[in-house]
């Protein structure tokens, strides 16, 4: 916003030099750059409302939750997400598509986090291009 509303200021200092040489053709282009900063600076504006209003959705818990398997969920996103990431630090790490198993006598899939090394395990391994377990 600072940036902006630095531009106008410089562009209003550039429109007042700009009368002292009485040059209508300079003038009329400060004029303008003026019109398309102050239409820059509505539609910063908005931008800021939208993003606030989409951190605000992301932050809060209502669309997130933690599915049987102990991965986090966002409603209408098939992605897996990180548990620990997010109750840490509310973030959103995705979560590998395939879990590795360990130890062929524990029927258990491990999904590591990329991000802070946090593991999920799980009794279902997950085809790649879906959510629903193998069977
Ligand atoms: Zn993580």
Request: glycine share 2%; net charge neutral; hydrophobic share 30%.
């Amino acid at each position: 916003m600072s940036l902006i509303s630095d531009s106008i200021t410089v562009a209003e200092k550039v429109q007042s030099i700009a009368k002292k040489y009485k040059d209508k053709e300079l003038n009329d282009e400060i004029i303008l750059l003026q019109q398309k900063l102050s239409l820059l600076s509505n539609e910063n504006i908005k931008l800021r409302e939208e993003m606030a209003e989409i951190r605000s959705d992301v932050l809060s818990n209502k669309n997130v939750y933690m599915d049987d398997n102990g991965f986090l969920r966002r409603k209408n996103d098939e992605t897996k997400y990180c548990p620990k990431c997010w109750n840490k630090d509310r973030r959103l790490s995705i979560m590998p598509n395939h879990g590795v198993k360990e130890f062929d006598s524990i029927n258990e899939y491990t999904f590591k986090c990329s991000a802070c090394g946090f593991m999920v395990y799980s009794k279902d391994n997950f085809d790649k291009n879906s959510t629903q377990p193998i069977s």
